[in-house]
Nanobody, 116 residues
Framework: QVHLVESGGGLVQPGGSLRLSCAAS????????MGWYRQAPGKQRELVAA???????NYADSVKGRFTISTDYITNTVYLQMNSLKPEDTAVYYC??????????WGQGTQVAVSS
């Protein structure tokens, strides 16, 4: 079992920055992929960014060049640095971890609101 706890959401003006953190605990050695998803009101949950244990990253086209995913394997934390935020980035952001059995673990979500 893997437990994920997110932090770092909030309200920011367009063009601003936020950094989300997700601390993993439990059976972290089974994880091979971690990422961030988001879900806006009335929309489906979508992948924002992901990183594998080999260091391979994947980003949604809408955030390329603005968001950066990174990991700290000492503290088992994954970060999402979000720059040049836009109102359309407003959503609940969820941390995700996938283990070798393709089972997905989810955090509780953190709200990001981009508004002037």
């Amino acid at each position: 079992q893997v437990h994920l706890v997110e932090s770092g959401g909030g309200l920011v003006q367009p063009g601003g920055s936020l950094r989300l953190s997700c601390a993993a605990s439990g059976s972290v050695s089974t994880i091979y992929l971690m990422g961030w998803y988001r879900q806006a009101p009335g929309k489906q949950r979508e992948l924002v960014a992901a990183v594998s244990t080999s260091g391979t990253t994947n980003y949604a086209d809408s955030v390329k060049g603005r968001f950066t995913i990174s990991t700290d394997y000492i503290t088992n934390t994954v970060y999402l640095q979000m720059n040049s935020l836009k109102p359309e980035d407003t959503a609940v952001y969820y941390c995700n971890a996938r283990d070798g059995y393709q089972y997905n673990f989810w955090g509780q979500g953190t709200q990001v609101a981009v508004s002037s």
